[in-house]
């Protein structure tokens, strides 16, 4: 399954793109993008030290608590463009996130070199161990995706695929779904289906993603539970 903001809106989370979206005033190139971290690093460390505050606050709802408990019934890999820990913490077991984790750092030196951040404060002056300054571990826009690779395997091998709480208009993550095959369910919850081209076995629940999901799992149970 692919997730997006949208999954994260009913824990407190805003979304990028819905009204009083998430860059909070910001140009998004000033915020996540390596010209932006170029130009004011502490801007961009400061923005990020925002999110982490609220991430902490968050708690799972019911369309990650949903997720988790397929796993009772089926072999669910989430693939996520969320950079909180909403699903793991819902336990989910198998998480990809596409654009990176927000609990983490690296090295703006050697890419290799990840940390996980313990609270909120990522700040100018700390560096890895070989004394080079952290950056966030986001994706940022301009940036390769790195777990695209790994995410279009899952998507070709997938026997249902759902999308949530996405406005599929970032790519690559928004092109996934045309990797998954013809014969194969696909369901898109959102309370504002975003544009999907027309394809084979597509099913769209215009609904949050707490109730879309419970209603989902249901129609899951019925119909495909081994
Ligand atoms: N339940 C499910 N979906 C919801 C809910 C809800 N309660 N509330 C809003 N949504 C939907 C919106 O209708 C919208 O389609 O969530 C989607 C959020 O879209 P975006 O804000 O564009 O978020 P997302 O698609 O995850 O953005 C993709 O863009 O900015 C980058 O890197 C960032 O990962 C992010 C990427």
Redesign the pocket.
């Known amino acids: 399954m692919l997730?997006?903001?949208?999954?994260s809106?009913?824990s407190g989370i805003p979304?990028?793109?819905?009204a009083d979206?998430?860059w909070e005033g910001h140009d998004?190139m000033e915020v996540?993008s390596p010209q932006g971290w170029a130009s004011d690093p502490e801007l961009v460390l400061d923005f990020y030290n925002q999110r982490r505050k609220v991430a902490l606050d968050a708690k799972p709802n019911k369309?990650h608590l949903v997720l988790a408990e397929l796993e009772q019934h089926f072999e669910v890999t989430v693939i996520t463009?969320?950079?909180d820990h909403l699903h793991e913490q819902a336990g989910s077991s198998k998480v990809l996130h596409?654009?990176g984790e927000l609990f983490k750092s690296r090295s703006t030196k050697d890419p290799n070199l990840v940390y996980q951040i313990p609270g909120w404060e990522l700040k100018l002056g700390d560096v890895c161990e070989k004394g080079y300054q952290l950056r966030p571990h986001?994706?940022w826009?301009g940036e390769d995706v790195p777990m695209m690779e790994q995410a279009v395997g899952i998507a070709r091998q997938a026997d249902i695929f759902v999308v949530?709480?996405?406005?599929?208009?970032?790519y690559p993550?928004?092109g996934l779904i045309n990797f998954v095959e013809h014969r194969v369910p696909k369901y898109v919850?959102?309370?504002?289906?975003?544009d999907v081209q027309p394809m084979a076995n597509l099913t769209l629940i215009n609904?949050?993603?707490?109730e879309?999901l419970s209603q989902l799992r249901l129609s899951l149970l019925r119909n495909h539970a081994p």
């Open positions: 997730s997006g903001a949208g999954i809106a009913e979304t990028f793109r819905d979206g998430l998004v996540a369309g463009q969320n950079i596409l654009h986001i994706v826009f949530v709480g996405t406005s599929l208009v970032v993550a928004a919850i959102d309370p504002n289906i975003p609904k949050g993603g707490g879309g």
